[in-house]
């Protein structure tokens, strides 16, 4: 059980990482490119040959990288094959390949969000309604379904027939708007479904393991809707206990977001964590024997399980639940539990599942933390002995928030173009809170309804929850809180690359890190100023896409010129949002659709449909 603290013993002892890293490899290669099927599987075989002759026959030590090199190889190859079977787009009865179809029998996947009136909902489908006969369909769809006063909300693994059109998913995003071709496409998923109510029926409800739970889940909800808790804290709860945010405002996530803390809103590995910690702690008094340490794991097992049962088998709770289930097993087995190992172990079983799972950015996110927590957060903690429980306590929490952002910061930037500055003072108050919150909301549960303790349990859960948002509000508007920061894919590695070399300099000692750390500065702030100098010189055009009025802008350089008839928060949020994706540090509104005015040496008037030109311009 016992753990290094050094950076290089933590990637030494993880076999797993090396069998991982190349089956990612692979499996973006077969994204990438279109390998025939039987030519990269006859390429695995090839490859495993080579590797069972080569080790067979090696006998000498300082040759024993040679089967290494080729397990490398094998593990590439199969994930190149591994993608290609499991690419649903070249079959002959995927969904694209049946336009004609009127209805679909899905199956749901995952529940996105459930409102008092729509559902979303990822749905796999395995057929199509053709000229009112059923014929086989396979594919991915994005679902949206009108609920009325009689419709039951669909859980996950309930059977549907939607009488409706599957369109392709095109709608142009506006600049540094929110892609939902992208994001459906990271899910598999190139055409959505729209059906009102009335026009999609259960068919078979979930009877499955998953189906266990959604009792649970609903006697939660219905308990925390019996409690006295405002509507706004009400929101609260549900998000940080079960991971459901339809009753948040958009300003309380907007908070969240500024402030670097929207993880605590969305059930993850966070929460499975703090679960599996607790519970580790309180029995830890089992002892050491065989029989106790099976009994106490065998315990934490069946509660983690419940847990991300009761959350709806989301994939980030049960990326987590899968790891901390490993780690289970090692401490039942005395095996040494190296947490890097671990997470690569439970990476590869969860790509073998679903390899689309690699391209999502919740997937990638949630086990880049990990992997800085696993590699960063026992060098970094150990830098420093505090000589107080208390600061104990707080170097603790600097120390896991800095190890998870060095490996998320890059890929965050690149997906969002901002940073939350505040991220660190606001993790180590509102993780902290968050903490106390699962428990008080757990306690909220199980005493909202007796007399007395129930009401001082809800007035606690109110304070706590107030203090909360306050938190979240004050480091979301302090000073420079949420900067545009935007940088390509190239920078992201680049970032990357200088996050290890850092890594090896500060905690690892290594002489060649420091110059490399240097070298990659520089080339970094090149890279940046010949971005800002192309900025610069930028001219860009863009209607917005708003179908209740005309707004269009003028980008010129790093002037933002906006045309519009009227501006509500909704326009007001998408100037914001562009502004911050052109790089803007000018920003003119113009309202109204005929006056003229000159940008960049153009001279621009937008008019309507019932002006009418002066005789001399014709």
């Known amino acids: 059980m016992r753990q290094s603290n050094s950076l290089r013993s933590a990637i030494v002892r ?36 080579i590797w069972l002759l080569v080790t067979l026959r090696i006998k000498t030590y300082r040759l024993r990288w040679i089967p290494g090199v080729l397990l490398i190889a094998i593990m590439l190859s199969f994930g190149v094959t591994w993608q290609r079977i499991r690419a649903k787009g070249e079959r ?6 049946i336009s004609h179809a009127v209805g679909w029998r899905v199956r749901i996947i995952e529940v996105i969000s459930v409102g008092d009136r729509t559902v979303r909902a990822w749905a796999d489908a395995d057929a199509a309604m053709v000229e009112d006969r059923a014929v086989p369909a396979s594919g991915r769809l994005l679902i949206t379904l009108l609920k009325d006063s009689n419709s039951v909300a669909p859980t996950v693994d309930d059977q549907l027939l939607v009488i409706a059109r599957a369109d392709t998913i095109d709608r142009v995003p506006d600049p540094g708007g929110f892609d939902m071709r992208d994001w459906a496409r990271t899910y598999g998923a190139s055409y959505a479904c729209f059906a009102p109510a009335g026009q999609w029926t259960m068919l078979e409800k979930a009877t499955g393991w998953a189906s266990l739970f959604d009792g649970a889940r609903d006697r939660i909800v219905t308990w925390l809707r019996r409690s006295d808790l405002g509507d706004r804290e009400r929101g609260m709860v549900k998000a940080i206990l079960l991971g459901i945010r339809d009753e948040l405002d958009t300003d309380q996530k907007q908070a969240f977001v500024r402030s670097g803390t929207m993880h605590v809103l969305a059930v993850s590995g966070s929460h499975v964590a703090l679960v599996y910690g607790v519970l ?32 709806g088998f989301t994939p980030s709770v049960l990326r987590a639940t899968i790891t901390f289930t490993l780690f289970c097993i090692a401490d039942m087995t005395k095996w040494r539990v190296e947490p890097v190992n671990s997470l690569a172990a439970a990476a590869f079983l969860l790509l073998l599942w679903d390899p689309i799972m690699l391209v999502q950015l919740s997937f990638q996110l949630s086990f880049l933390a990990v992997l800085g927590i696993a590699l960063f957060y026992r060098p970094i903690h150990h830098l420093w002995a505090p000589p107080h429980w208390t600061l104990r306590y707080f170097w603790s929490l600097f120390s896991v928030s800095i190890a998870a952002q060095a490996f998320t910061t890059p890929i965050a930037l690149l997906s969002f173009k901002a940073f939350p500055v505040w991220f660190l003072p606001a993790n180590m108050a509102i993780v902290g809170l968050v903490s106390i919150g699962v428990f008080g909301g757990l306690a909220l549960l199980l005493f909202h309804a007796v007399p007395f303790v129930g009401g001082a349990v809800t007035w606690c859960m109110e304070q706590l929850l107030l203090l909360l948002e306050r938190c979240s509000d004050f480091f979301a508007n302090a000073p420079g809180a949420y900067p545009s920061v935007r940088i390509d894919v190239w920078q992201c590695m680049g970032l990357y690359a200088l996050v290890l070399c850092l890594a090896g300099w500060l905690l690892e000692k290594w002489h060649w890190a420091r110059s490399a750390t240097l070298a990659l500065v520089c080339v970094l702030l090149m890279s940046w100023a010949f971005n800002a100098g192309r900025r610069n010189v930028q001219r860009q055009f863009v209607v917005y896409d708003d179908r209740e009025k005309l707004t269009c802008a003028v980008v010129n350089g790093r002037s933002l010129t906006v045309f519009a008839d009227s501006v509500d928060e909704w326009t007001a949020r998408k100037v914001q949002q562009h502004k911050r994706n052109a790089g803007a540090v000018e920003l003119r509104a113009i309202k109204g659709l005929r006056e003229m005015i000159r940008t960049g040496g153009t001279m621009i008037m937008l008019i309507d449909e019932s002006y009418s030109p002066p005789k001399a311009a014709l």
Do not use: N
């Not at 991982?20 to 490899?25: E, H, K, R, S, V």
């Open 14 to 49: 993880a076999p797993m990482l090396r069998i991982t890293a190349p089956f990612i490899g692979g499996l973006l290669i077969g994204r990438s490119v279109h390998f025939s099927i039987p030519i990269a599987a006859c390429i695995t075989l090839v490859a495993i040959a």
């Open 92 to 97: 002959t009865d995927d969904v694209s390949m």
């Open 280 to 311: 580790l702690w309180s029995l830890q008094g089992l002892g050491e024997r065989k029989r106790w340490r099976i009994f106490r794991s065998v315990l934490i097992l069946l509660a983690l399980w419940a847990y991300a049962g009761i959350t």
